[in-house]
């Protein structure tokens, strides 16, 4: 069996899920410095242009490449514009399991995107590469990414006790790190006849991306 992923993209109704290039770079960068994605993320803050390029040119393409995963650049159909970034993660080619997680840009929030992309990719994870358990984890503060978990039909597992380092915003305009639970979600193929494609998702992340 393979260990790395194709060199695929992806389509839904809206939207277009595809390898980085550097056309995305400005706004990779204006999205990864808003302060929800801070937040929930392990970004850089702030996140310069230098980190979105790394990011889209030579980071983004080694996840598939060395076998650790795969990440797309979620674009709408229609005016191309940079929706979010979904990425598969931590995979085990023994057990054919994976981790994602998502980012979705502040403009786009509401409007179901987050949802619609994560199923695109569930789907062709249990299709196409025959994989048989995709997880998820959020923090346990994070409404809008368990929102999304349950729309897209993940069944939520249990708590990882003090298992992650978030970020809250101080009175003095700077950031403090904070301790705070994951909530483990996880998707069978059995599980996506529930899912509800098309409701919009509130939100914009899962925990944790290591956006290094």
Do not use: C
């Not at 992806?10 to 990864?32: C, G, K």
């Not at 990882?160 to 705070?180: N, P, V």
Request: proline share 4%; hydrophobic share 45%.
């Amino acid at each position: 069996m393979s260990s790395t992923f194709p060199d695929v993209s992806l389509s839904t109704d809206r939207l277009v899920l595809r390898p980085f290039d550097d056309l995305d770079i400005p706004a990779l960068a204006e999205m990864m410095n808003d302060e929800l994605v801070t937040a929930w993320t392990t970004a850089p803050h702030p996140y310069t242009e230098a980190d979105a390029r790394a990011w889209a040119m030579r980071l983004s393409h080694a996840e598939r490449t060395e076998g650790r995963g795969i990440v797309f650049a979620v674009s709408e159909f229609l005016t191309q514009r940079l929706v979010g970034i979904v990425q598969l993660r931590h995979t085990d080619w023994r057990t054919l399991a994976a981790e994602i997680s998502y980012v979705t840009a502040p403009w786009a929030r509401g409007e179901g995107y987050a949802t619609e992309a994560v199923l695109a990719v569930a789907h062709w994870l249990f299709d196409s590469q025959k994989f048989e358990r995709l997880e998820l984890r959020t923090a346990a503060d994070n409404a809008a990414g368990q929102q999304v978990a349950q729309k897209a039909g993940f069944i939520s597992e249990g708590v990882l006790r003090a298992a992650w380092i978030a970020r809250s915003k101080t009175e003095d305009g700077g950031w403090t790190d904070i301790r705070t639970d994951l909530l483990l979600w996880s998707l069978l193929p059995e599980d996506l006849d529930g899912a509800m494609g098309d409701a919009a998702d509130a939100g914009s992340f899962s925990a944790y991306p290591d956006w290094q």
